[in-house]
């Protein structure tokens, strides 16, 4: 069974940068208590301000299921990070699968 990698990324603004490494650190600690899941928080080493959430799922089954145990307090989180930091709201979502 192939391992999933999860990856959200964007481009938050310069002048939020330090309210926004706040919150996503916030979200990170509650997904880890609510889900048992580990979520990376990457920033592009050439990109200022250009960052990935990561999170790694051990089947497609365990992927799809992620969503159902979010509260809802996570997706408060999500749509307020995507609202508030992210630069015209775009965000792309990649999922790549293990070989």
């Given at each position: ?5 999860f990856?959200?990324?964007y ?10 490494l706040k919150?996503?650190n ?9 889900t048992?899941k580990?979520y990376?928080i990457y920033e ?7 960052f ?8 497609n ?21 995507i609202n508030?930091y992210v630069?015209?709201k ?9 070989v």
């Amino acid at each position: 069974m192939a391992k999933i990698l999860f990856e959200v990324n964007y481009n938050i603004y310069p002048g939020k940068r330090e309210s926004y490494l706040k919150s996503i650190n916030e979200l990170k600690s509650y997904i880890k208590e609510v889900t048992q899941k580990d979520y990376f928080i990457y920033e592009d080493s050439k990109k200022k301000n250009n960052f990935s959430e990561i999170i790694f799922f051990e089947s497609n089954e365990d992927f799809d299921n992620f969503e159902d145990v979010q509260d809802d307090k996570i997706k408060e989180m999500m749509n307020s990070i995507i609202n508030t930091y992210v630069m015209e709201k775009k965000v792309n979502y990649i999922t790549k699968e293990e070989v």
